[in-house]
C-alpha cells in the first residue's frame, strides 16, 4: 500500500532494494511534487494528483497533514506454483482490510508517518471479526530537489515495522490465519518523481525498497510460518526487495488516470525450533520457507475536488509469480490535505 501525494502536490510513502548507487541514478530520473507553487500549477491546466494507488511521494510541506484511509479487498483467484504456472482454485471468501497512513510534514525536507492496519479476522468458528494488523512508523527525507519543467526530485526513505497483529499461537486464538508477522523489521529506499509533457500533466515516480535480512521472530503453536500446534522455536526472516513504476495523466483538475507496475519478492525464512514428536521427546525442525516474487499492475483513475481532497479507485491485479498467490484487488482511497 501506498501513501500517495496530495493533491495539487504534496506527498506519501512506502519499500524496495537493487544496489543503493542504481536506485539513486535510477530515481534521479524521476520526481517529487514538494511544495506547490503558483507558477508551477499554472501550465495547460492546474495539475491536481492524488497520486497511483501503490508509489509513494517525497516529504510534504512543512506543517502540511495528510490522511488517506483504504478501503481494499484481496480476491484470491488462484496460485502460481514453484514454477511459475498458474494452479486456479476455488477461491475463499474474499479477505478486507483498512489502512490509515497518516503524514506530517516536520520541514519542507522531512515528513514523518504512521501507517494503522485493521483486517479481517477469520476465525476457527466460521465467523470473523475486525483485528490490527501491523503497523509502521517511516521518515522521509528530500535528498535532491531539481529546478526546470521536470522538477526532478530524489527521497531517502526509512520505515520500521512494528508488529502488532497476531502471528503465533493462533490455536489458543481461535483463528484460521495470521494478522500480522511478529517481526521488528526494517525497510531502507529511494523514491523518485518528474513531470513530462509540455504542460506538466504526465508524472512519473519510481520507487526502490529493500528490507533488511535478520529479523527474528518467536514463534509458538500454529503461526504464519507454517508451523503447528505444539511448535516452539523461532523464525528469520531474509530480506525482500519491492520496485514499483508509475505513470498518472492529469486530464483536466478533476479527473486523472494512474497505472503502478510492481515486483515483490520475499527471499523466504528459516524456521528452527522442536515440535511434538510420536514419543516423549520431540522432534527436531529446521528447514527454510521457500523464496517468492510476483508481478502485478495497479490501474486506476483519481477525481480530485479540490487541492486538498480527491479520490482514487482501481486495483492490483497479480500477471505472474512463483510461491505466491494469484490475486484481484480492488481498493478506493480518500486523500485529505490538511
Given amino acids: 500500500m501506498s501513501h500517495r501525494c496530495l493533491p495539487t502536490c504534496r506527498a506519501g510513502f512506502p519499500p524496495l532494494h537493487l544496489s543503493i548507487a542504481a536506485a539513486l541514478v535510477l530515481a534521479a530520473s524521476c520526481v517529487t511534487t514538494g511544495e506547490c507553487r503558483a507558477e508551477d500549477a499554472a501550465t495547460a491546466h492546474e495539475l491536481r494528483f492524488t ?9 510534504l510541506p512543512t506543517g502540511v497533514w495528510i490522511i488517506e484511509p483504504y478501503l481494499i ?6 496460485r ?8 486456479g482454485a476455488p477461491t475463499l471468501r474474499d479477505d478486507w482490510q483498512v489502512a490509515l497512513p497518516i503524514m ?3 520541514s519542507d525536507r522531512l515528513t514523518l508517518s504512521l501507517g494503522l ?4 479476522a477469520r476465525e476457527e468458528s466460521g465467523n470473523w471479526h475486525w483485528a490490527t494488523s501491523d503497523s509502521s512508523v517511516s521518515a522521509n527525507w528530500l535528498l535532491a530537489q531539481g529546478k526546470g519543467p521536470h522538477t526532478p526530485a530524489v527521497t531517502l526513505v526509512l ?3 512494528l508488529p502488532t497483529g497476531e502471528h503465533d499461537l493462533l490455536e489458543q486464538a481461535g483463528l484460521l490465519g495470521a494478522t500480522g508477522s511478529g517481526a521488528y523489521t526494517t525497510t531502507v529506499g529511494v523514491y523518485g518523481q518528474a513531470y513530462f509533457l509540455p504542460g506538466r500533466n504526465l508524472r512519473g515516480r519510481l520507487n526502490l525498497t529493500w528490507r533488511l535480512p535478520g529479523a527474528d521472530v518467536n514463534v509458538d503453536g500454529r503461526s504464519a510460518y507454517g508451523t503447528e500446534v505444539g511448535f516452539h522455536g523461532s523464525a528469520t526472516l531474509d530480506d525482500a526487495i519491492q520496485a514499483t513504476g508509475s505513470l498518472e495523466y492529469s486530464i483536466n483538475p478533476q479527473w486523472v488516470l494512474a497505472t503502478d507496475l510492481v515486483y515483490e519478492k520475499e527471499h523466504g525464512a528459516r524456521v528452527r ?24 499492475l495497479a490501474p486506476a483513475v483519481e477525481y480530485n475536488w479540490s487541492d486538498r481532497g480527491g479520490v482514487i479507485v482501481g486495483a492490483l491485479v497479480s500477471l505472474r509469480g512463483r510461491n ?10 480518500v486523500n485529505l490535505a490538511f
Fill in 273 to 296: 525450533g522442536t515440535g511434538i514428536g510420536s514419543g516423549v521427546e520431540r522432534t527436531p525442525i529446521d528447514h527454510r520457507l521457500a523464496s517468492s516474487w510476483r508481478l502485478s
Fill in 80 to 87: 502460481y506454483d514453484t514454477d511459475g504456472h498458474y494452479q
Fill in 159 to 161: 520505515k520500521q515495522n
Fill in 104 to 106: 506530517y510534514g516536520v
Fill in 117 to 120: 492496519n485493521a483486517v479481517q
Fill in 324 to 333: 505466491s498467490a494469484a490475486i484481484v484487488s480492488p481498493q478506493v482511497a
Fill in 73 to 78: 479487498q484481496t480476491h484470491v483467484t488462484g
Fill in 51 to 59: 497520486g497511483p494507488l501503490v508509489s509513494s511521494s517525497p516529504p
